[in-house]
Each structure stands twice: as structure tokens, then as C-alpha cells.
């Protein structure tokens, strides 16, 4: 039996889907459902890529679709950084599989609440379908065992604008409702798959060696992400969202962790999605999350390499 079960909450692009196929592929984890919500693709082309992936790794997780667009204001995609289809431009055949339905918010309410302290939840994308699901069910924060949250840069390292992490900065109302829940969080920064976390193209060539479709996929469907980062001044290919992954499937990943008062900035556009830690407890707020400060970049990639050999 799996000892650990998880509810994946994704906007799936290139990297969402490696994170994905990470987690399905992982020993002793059982992947229960995986929402759906938009951000870097918009919703129907997240959905795809999310039952794409499930469907290579021969699995028949359901996947359910969820919120369509930010809590505020229109959805500004990510096109430009994954690609047209978010994979890379590949564009792998459909599915064969439907959704499982579009009840997403409903799925989370549903399913945390029938396993209370069950169920680790691991968002790889904007959290609008968690701020949703609290807003109808405000227990849903303690229902969750815990949270690892890719999104926001501690550090204050932008990639959308210069204060801001795109997951967080794409809808920052709905991630200040899910930072003040009260869940058990730990949010991993954009900034740990930078530098030494980063795929080289000695790494990349590695994975491709494997020979399996796997590896070939995780590669393939992040070229146009590597061409981007490029653009950000990475040579290598960033993977924040298998980052996240890694740290949820093994704790030992991170390597320095803190809790602080972090909060989002919603109101100035200069800062819009920035996520304000505050170190030196300054304001004198208690504590609501815990952040990442460091990776083990090669115990990350030795787990990657893992899934996809």
C-alpha cells in the first residue's frame, strides 16, 4: 500500500508535467486526483497536458478542471516562456481519455474533508482553486496534512516583474487568501531552480541517453522553457515546479527551512505578487508559513533522474 497520498493542484506547462510525472512515478506515493486550474496555459490546454502526461505514464489518475481565470482580473498566459501548447510546441497527440469533471473546488473540499490529516496537496501553479476551495470551506486548511506551494521568491528574485514569481504575481488575491488560511505551507521560491539546480547540457543529454519516452519527454517538452530561461540569463534549463516535487517526495531536499510572517502584495503594480517575508519579524506578526531557503541540488537530481530512467 502507498504510504503517502497526494492531491496535485497544476497549471500544467513543460515543467508542471515533469513535477507530474515525478510524483507518478515516485515508490510508495499514490497520486489521487490532480485539479486543474489556469496560469501559464489556459484552462482546457492545462487539462490536456495534465491527462498527456498521466496517459505516458500508464496511470488513470483523474484529472478534474477548475477555475478559468484569476479571482480579480484577466489571465495573462505564459506562451512566450513554455510555448504555444505550454509543452514546448510539440504538440503531443490528445488524451484519450475526457476529464474527470469540472468540479475541481468541489474535489478538494470533497476529498480532503473525507481523509482529514490524510492528504499532502503540492501546487505547481496559481492558487486560485485552493483560494476558492477555502472560501466555500474554511476547514479545508486544516484538513490538509500539508502544503508545498511552488510559487513566490523569497529572495525578491522576479520573473514576471522584478518583485514577483509568475504563480503568485498571476493571481496574488487568491494566494494571500490561501497564506492567511492557516494550512500547515512551505513555499518553495522560483530562485532554488536556478544555479546549481539547474539541468546542464552534460545533464540534459544524460536524461535523453535514458532512452525511455519518459526522458525524452521531459526534455523535448521544455525546449522552448530552456530558450526562455536563456532570455533570464540561465543557461541551463530551470525546473521549478520538479523542484517543488522533489521536496515533497523527500524532505531532505531542502536543506534550510524557516518560518516567518509572509504576506502578498495585491495593490501596487510595481510590486503585484511579491511576497513580502518578513525575516527579522519586523512587523511583529506571528508566523503563517514556512519558506525555503536551500536546495540539495544533487540529491533533486539524482530523484529525477530516478522517474525517468
Known amino acids: 500500500m502507498p504510504t503517502r497520498r497526494l492531491i496535485i493542484d497544476t497549471d500544467t506547462a513543460s515543467d508542471d508535467a515533469v513535477a507530474i510525472l515525478m ?28 491527462r498527456y502526461t498521466v496517459e505516458l505514464c ?12 484569476p479571482l480579480l482580473r484577466a489571465a495573462k498566459h505564459a506562451e512566450w516562456f513554455h510555448g504555444s501548447d505550454g509543452m514546448g510546441d510539440m504538440y503531443y497527440p490528445p488524451p484519450k481519455r475526457p476529464p474527470a469533471g469540472q468540479d475541481a473546488v468541489q474535489q478538494l473540499i470533497r476529498r480532503f474533508g473525507e481523509a482529514p490529516g490524510e492528504l499532502t496537496l503540492v501546487t505547481l501553479g496559481p492558487l486560485t482553486n485552493i483560494a476558492l476551495a477555502l472560501s466555500i470551506e474554511p476547514r479545508l486548511a486544516q484538513w490538509v496534512k500539508e502544503c508545498y506551494i ?33 494550512m500547515k505551507m512551505l513555499m518553495v521560491g522560483w530562485e532554488h531552480c536556478r544555479g546549481a539546480a539547474t539541468l546542464s547540457d552534460e545533464e540534459r543529454n544524460r536524461i535523453y541517453g535514458f532512452g525511455t519516452e519518459r ?37 531532505q531536499v531542502c536543506t534550510e527551512r524557516a518560518t516567518h510572517y509572509v504576506d502578498v502584495s495585491c495593490d501596487h503594480e510595481l510590486t503585484r505578487g511579491m511576497t513580502v517575508v518578513d525575516r527579522l519579524n519586523v512587523t511583529g506578526q506571528p508566523p503563517n508559513i514556512e519558506v525555503c531557503w536551500a536546495i540539495d541540488p544533487a540529491r533533486w537530481k539524482e530523484m529525477l533522474y530516478k522517474t525517468l530512467c
Open 150 to 182: 511552488m510559487g513566490g521568491a523569497a529572495c525578491c528574485v522576479g520573473n514576471v516583474i522584478p518583485a514577483a514569481e509568475y504563480n503568485i504575481w498571476f493571481d496574488p488575491e487568491a494566494a494571500r487568501i490561501v497564506f492567511h488560511s492557516g
Open 215 to 251: 526522458a525524452r519527454f521531459a526534455i523535448d517538452c521544455n525546449r522552448q522553457a530552456l530558450i526562455a530561461g536563456r532570455g533570464q540569463g540561465e543557461t541551463d534549463l530551470m525546473l521549478p515546479d520538479p523542484v517543488t516535487m522533489a521536496i515533497a517526495l523527500d524532505s
Open 58 to 69: 500508464g496511470k488513470e489518475t483523474p484529472v478534474y478542471e477548475g477555475a478559468a481565470r
Open 23 to 50: 510524483a507518478l512515478q515516485w515508490p510508495d506515493v499514490q497520486v489521487e486526483a490532480i485539479t486543474v486550474v489556469s496560469g501559464n496555459v489556459p484552462l482546457a490546454q492545462g487539462s490536456l497536458n495534465a
